[in-house]
């Protein structure tokens, strides 16, 4: 385990490209999420996050405020969160659930609007959900199609 106070949320910059180049990940989780190396470009309203230890990425996810967010909540000031990743060799050392712990506060700082930060868990992705739960994610009961089965839509609601 990590110490917390290592473990950052970074918006990305260009001087973390060869690191998260660089993530691998078993088969078995490559099913669940895409790896940092598909997001060379993204979206106006797409947000690269990078996590870091000691200023290491060894994690990686993306925060969409783009019409995609509606899909998961008609809330106006919700964002999306998707594509999470911890490089293999880093994973089991806690980054993870430290940078979903970390989210509220980078998220009140960086998007001061939102107030909802919303997500897609596949339902056999037990580690996953576990993971949000214990980052205060809720299940909302409502239940979609995703590209590989039933997908949970979670929530967190931020405090105002």
Do not use: W
């Not at 909540?73 to 940078?99: C, D, F, V, W």
């Not at 739960?133 to 979670?154: N, W, Y």
């Amino acid at each position: 385990m990590t110490p917390a106070n290592s473990v950052q949320l970074k918006l990305f910059s260009n001087r973390y490209v060869d690191a998260l180049h660089a993530f691998k990940l078993p088969e078995e989780q490559e099913r669940f999420t895409a790896l940092p190396n598909r997001f060379s470009e993204v979206a106006e309203g797409e947000h690269r996050v990078v996590i870091v230890s000691n200023d290491v990425p060894v994690g990686f996810f993306l925060l969409h405020e783009t019409d995609r967010v509606k899909e998961f909540s008609a809330n106006p000031h919700a964002m999306l969160l998707t594509a999470l990743s911890i490089n293999h060799p880093e994973q089991g050392k806690g980054y993870a659930r430290q940078g979903m712990l970390l989210l509220e506060g980078f998220v009140r700082e960086k998007f001061p609007q939102c107030n909802e930060i919303v997500l897609a868990v596949n339902h056999t992705n037990i580690a996953a959900q576990k993971l949000y739960s214990k980052a205060g994610f809720h299940d909302t009961g409502k239940r979609i199609l995703g590209p590989i089965g039933e997908q949970f839509l979670m929530k967190k609601c931020l405090a105002t």
